[in-house]
């Protein structure tokens, strides 16, 4: 692992947040950074270029699992990678597919070899194991890749929690030796290629432990044994409450080396990505801002806005009046209510656009005030403006 491969450039001076660059094979990510998720090799309703020019996205996630169903990685890997397939210049991270396959599919039985599980599209059967995940994320040419986890559903026991997590980081070794083994030997078995010579790809290995701290401890410090270049953190937003997501992230990030990104998966609401950030997070990525889009909830400076809202019919103000994308600088209120009314496919792209657009903002307000020091300031504004809205 190059020794530049992730710098920290500034630290608060009251919480653990930090501001950072991440050089990956496609391009250096500031940090801390939101990735938007493409689930199908795609942010719905947006085109690649508004990713990139308009709202100056670095890095996109995609789904391993999706992905191998459909259309396959073999095919991506033929067709030059993910980034050629989707013409995506900047970094893409890849998830093991562990979430998925405990969430998404049936019939899956976990062993210690891997899991088998039934596709959600046709019921046939496949097999995940910790090497073939990272065959399919290499065919994918992925510069960030996860190693495959087994993310328990909340709540389990302690005792089922202790026997998954000592899986997970069982498969956890396996992955890293076996993707050691795989980039030092490349023409053994070939996989897209990174675009800058020289440039490396990432394998991070994945917290679990479900919401119990002791063991949230115990599966970082075996994991900080492999030596990983990052580390994520899972098993987040699988039902738990919120606030014990966040002991989760605080019982585990003393333990992980501070030189190291840290990526929890899968938060959060616009007001919890300071409360990430403060506790050394460095990278999150959530459904919230598409998923939300779609349904007719759009997150602005001043709170959530319900586009249904009859309040809206004729209102001439943009969705939020301090936001500069092109849905609020274009477009009312009332024209967005009616579209969305009406079922119109341009709804979905506007509304996307703009909740995009207010994560990756507030994440820009982030690593600024702590470049400039004032993130304390800034952590306690949004815990105020929150305690406001109740
Ligand atoms: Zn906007």
Known sequence: MSQNWFEVVAECRETRARAGLLHTPHGTIPTPVFMPVGTQATVKGLTQRDLDQDLG??????????????????????????????????????????????SLSSLRKITEQ???????LNGDAHTFTPESTVDVQLAYGSDILMVLDECPEFPVSHEYARESMHRTVRWAN?????????????EKSPHAPPVQPGAVQALFPIVQGSTFPDLRRECAAALVDLDAPGYAIGGLSV?????????MVEATEDLLPRHKPRYAMGVGMPAELPEYVARGV??????????????????????????????YRDDPRPVDEKCQ????????????????????????????RH??????????EI????????????????????ADAG
Not at 73 to 83: A, K
Not at 326 to 331: G, K, L, N, Q, R
Not at 367 to 386: G, H, M
Request: hydrophobic letters at 35%; charged letters at 20%.
């Open 114 to 120: 891997g899991v088998v599980f039934q596709s959600h």
């Open 174 to 186: 396996r992955a890293t030796k076996y993707y050691n083994d795989r980039i030092s030997r490349p």
């Open 325 to 352: 994308c092109y849905t609020c600088s274009s477009y009312s209120r009332a024209y967005l209510r009616h579209l969305f009314q009406a079922g119109e496919m341009l709804y979905s792209v506007l509304a996307t």
């Open 355 to 364: 909740n995009l657009r207010r994560y990756l903002d507030i994440m820009r």
């Open 239 to 247: 039902g738990e409450p919120r606030p014990l997501s966040m002991q």
């Open 57 to 102: 996205v670095t890095i996109l996630l995609a789904n391993t699992y999706h992905l191998y169903l459909r259309p396959g990685h073999e095919l991506i890997r033929q067709m030059g990678g993910l980034h050629r397939f989707m013409s995506w210049p900047h970094a893409i991270l890849t998830d093991s597919g562990g979430f998925q396959v405990f």
């Open 282 to 311: 460095d990278m999150m990525d959530c459904v919230l801002p598409s998923r939300n889009a779609r349904n007719g909830y759009l997150f602005t400076s001043g709170g959530r806005l319900i586009i249904k809202h009859a309040r």
């Open 367 to 386: 690593r600024q005030a702590i470049l400039s020091d004032t993130f304390p300031e800034y952590l306690r504004c949004v815990r105020a403006a929150c």
